[in-house]
């Protein structure tokens, strides 16, 4: 099944349990269905990461780094994994590698059924803007735009009509409990609640796969714990999620732990 075929399965998908409903926080009847649909999705679909002995290797000219070495993982639809590791241990590299704004040295990366390496550098970034939704440790958020305008822009690069990008990024700012915060700028939110945003815009092109880098580091522990119980309800709904940190405490939200050091990975074993 092509790419396209799956972006177009899972948003008919979710336009079954509602209007626009990917990526809720509503725990109610469709936190169900979605996740049912998740649960007959995985025993059809491919997983949604592969990596077959993936390396990437950086050739400084003066040395060679290895920074991650013969890496296999599988990620499966509706999986909410932690990958962790220490400082130097290769995370942004795999971050790089697994949001397609990299590319292995050696191995080969599948994502979503599509072998990456058969992809030019225009059908990497359609792979970026369409099936994988970003979340930063500091949210990249546009400055003095607002809101709305930040989480509707990805669907700017998708050619979506603007009426209807601001609809959908208003809905998912809603689903996020900013409703009452669509005109605001950056500068005029907490942290959590620009952490909140930079998750809607994540959601709001309902992508495959959503890959949060450091999602709390930035933030004080009341907003950290209310972004890992976000993280947690859009699992419940059926999303797959990889969150890269260095925090055995943030990697507890999720159900799988994998870890990384000197770029090797170990499955569930301790740090
Ligand atoms: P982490 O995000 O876990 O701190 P990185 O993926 O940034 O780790 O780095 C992994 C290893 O690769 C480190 O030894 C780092 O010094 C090296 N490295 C990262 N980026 C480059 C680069 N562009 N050129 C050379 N070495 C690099
Ligand atoms: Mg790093």
Redesign the pocket.
């Known amino acids: 099944m092509s790419l396209l075929d799956r972006i177009g399965k899972r948003s008919a998908s979710s336009d079954d349990d509602g209007p626009g409903d990917a990526g809720s926080t509503e725990t109610s009847s469709a936190a169900g269905s979605a996740a049912s649909a998740a649960g007959s999705a995985r025993r059809s679909l491919p997983p949604i990461i592969q990596l077959d002995s993936v390396s990437r290797i950086?050739?400084?000219g003066r040395i060679q780094?290895p920074?991650?070495q013969n890496v296999n993982l599988r990620v499966e639809d509706g999986e909410f994994m932690a990958i962790i590791?220490?400082?130097?241990?290769?995370?942004?590299?795999?971050?790089?590698i697994l949001g397609c704004l990299d590319r292995p040295t050696s191995g080969r990366y599948i994502l979503d059924g599509q072998p990456v390496d058969e992809l030019d550098n225009d059908g990497l970034a359609y792979v970026r803007g369409h099936s994988i939704g970003f979340v930063f440790q500091s949210y990249n958020l546009l400055p003095r735009t607002t809101a709305l305008e930040n989480v509707a822009a990805p669907l700017l690069y998708q050619g979506v009509p603007r009426k209807e990008r601001l609809a959908r990024a208003q809905a998912a700012l809603e689903r996020l409990g900013l409703g009452e915060r669509l005109n605001h700028e950056p500068s005029e939110l907490s942290g959590g609640q620009q952490q909140r945003v930079g998750i809607a815009r994540a959601l709001v092109t309902d992508p495959a796969l959503i890959l949060a880098d450091e999602p709390t580091g930035n933030l004080d522990s009341h907003s950290g714990t209310e972004v890992l119980k976000l993280f947690r309800d859009l699992h419940a709904l059926g999303r797959t999620i990889v969150l890269i940190t260095?925090d055995p405490e943030v990697a507890e939200s999720a159900d799988r732990v994998v870890h990384?050091r000197d770029?090797e990975l170990t499955e569930g074993a301790a740090a």
């Open positions: 950086y050739d400084t780094v920074a991650l590791g220490p400082s130097g241990s290769g995370k942004s590299t795999m971050m790089n260095h990384i770029g």
